[in-house]
Structures are given as structure tokens and as C-alpha cells.
């Protein structure tokens, strides 16, 4: 199993300002997940993000408003730019490897923008 | 383009009830199926992964089926109790790593 560290748990942001978000695992995975959470909503996948390369991002997902970075095997964070209200919402990131093991998740990021 | 359902999207039984939660997905091209648990305002839990070979996995009270060919899941909980009350969400792993979720059951276990 992997351990998965989310940072903040929760936070509450002004309109038009950013929030980055960190994701730390415990052990090394290929590959990370950031997925979205709105308001009595299942979860949407935003991108996936691969270590040495650029990440893949979902159809309604723009770089420019979610940029990832994945400087290493266990480490990913997801910004969340210029934000509005509407994306108040849940951040999850997650892992998953080669092979279509178990996925697991962090604790997810509470995003209130007001 | 798959997607998944689970039925009922809420759900209210006394204490000691012994409860199934449905889960059906489209396309039944599937490498694996998974059970999360999630308490309100939280990440999620996992509880059961049935890979498309597999009819069932057990983890204590709890039991999921999979029958790949009809596109279904369940996942049976025995004597429930109030600590059971959260969203149980049904994934399936399509392939090209990407998990597809459902709106997920709303349980409520009375004392």
C-alpha cells in the first residue's frame, strides 16, 4: 500500500488568487493523479501527472489554469490559478502503477474560494 | 465511454440491518473494480479490489462482487453499525490508468 501526505487539508482563498497543493508518497509510483471533487459531485479526473514529462490533462482542463509539477517519483503538486468560486472544491491526489493495481488517495484539499 | 452507476444514491437502515449497494458500469472491458469509502469532507478510503478475474473479495463484514459480463458490482455489508455511515463510492480501472468513478451511495445507519 502507499501512504499518502496532502497539504492543506483545507483552505479558504480570496477570488483571483492561486493555491498550490502538495502531494507526498511514501514510496515511489509511476504514476500521481489529481482529481476533483465538486459539491455533492463524484470525483472527475483533472490530469495525470508523470514524472520527467509534461502532465495529461483532461478533457475541460487547461494547463494554464492547472499547472502540475512533478519533480520526482514521489512528490506532485497541483496549482489551482486564478480561482473563482466555483472552484470551490475537493482536490484529491492519488496513485496507481503499471500493472492496474489498487488506487489509493491522499485526505484531499478542501478548497473554499470566496 | 464508460460509465459507472450505483444505486440507491442514498440509504437509511437501523443498526444490525444487513445492506447491499449496487454498482454497474458500461463497458465491461474492465482491469479491475474498487470499493472506497468517504467520510463527509474527506479523501477516500479503500476498502475492496476485485481484479476482472476475481468473483468476490472479503475484508470482515464486508463482501463485493463483480460480474464482469453483466457489468456489476455489489458490495454487502453485514450488521451494519453507526460508524458505517458514509459515501461508498464504486471505481472501475479501464485501462490507459484512469479511474472511473460513480456518484456514490449515501449510507446512514441509525442507532
Known amino acids: 500500500s502507499a501512504v499518502i501526505s496532502q497539504k492543506p487539508s483545507r483552505d479558504i482563498c480570496q477570488r483571483g488568487t492561486s493555491l498550490t497543493i502538495q502531494c507526498q508518497v511514501d514510496?515511489?509510483?509511476?504514476?500521481m493523479f489529481w482529481y476533483r471533487q465538486q459539491p455533492g459531485q463524484s470525483l472527475t479526473l483533472i490530469a495525470t501527472a508523470n514524472q520527467g514529462s509534461e502532465a495529461t490533462y483532461e478533457s475541460g482542463f487547461v494547463i494554464d489554469k492547472f499547472p502540475i509539477s512533478r519533480p520526482n517519483l514521489t512528490f506532485s503538486t497541483l496549482t489551482v490559478s486564478n480561482m473563482s468560486p466555483e472552484d470551490s472544491s475537493i482536490y484529491l491526489c492519488?496513485?496507481?502503477?503499471?500493472?492496474?493495481?489498487?488506487?489509493?488517495f491522499g485526505q484531499g484539499t478542501r478548497l473554499t474560494v470566496v | 465511454k464508460q460509465e459507472v452507476t450505483q444505486i440507491p444514491a442514498a440509504l437509511s437502515v437501523p443498526e444490525g440491518e444487513n445492506l447491499v449497494l449496487n454498482c454497474s458500469f458500461t463497458?465491461?472491458?474492465?482491469?479491475?473494480l474498487q470499493w472506497f469509502r468517504q467520510d463527509p469532507g474527506k479523501g477516500l478510503t479503500s476498502l475492496l479490489l476485485i481484479q476482472s478475474s476475481q468473483r468476490e473479495q472479503t475484508s470482515g463484514r464486508l463482501n463485493a462482487s463483480l460480474d464482469k459480463s453483466s457489468g456489476r458490482s455489489t458490495l454487502y455489508i453485514a450488521a451494519s453499525q453507526p460508524g458505517d455511515s458514509a459515501t461508498y463510492l464504486c471505481?472501475?480501472?479501464?485501462?490507459?490508468?484512469?479511474?472511473?468513478f460513480g456518484a456514490g451511495t449515501r449510507l446512514f445507519v441509525k442507532a
Open positions: 463497458d465491461s472491458a474492465i482491469y479491475n
Open positions: 492519488s496513485v496507481g502503477s503499471v500493472g492496474h493495481t489498487e488506487a489509493f
Open positions: 471505481a472501475v480501472d479501464t485501462g490507459g490508468f484512469k479511474t472511473i
Open positions: 514510496s515511489q509510483v509511476t504514476m
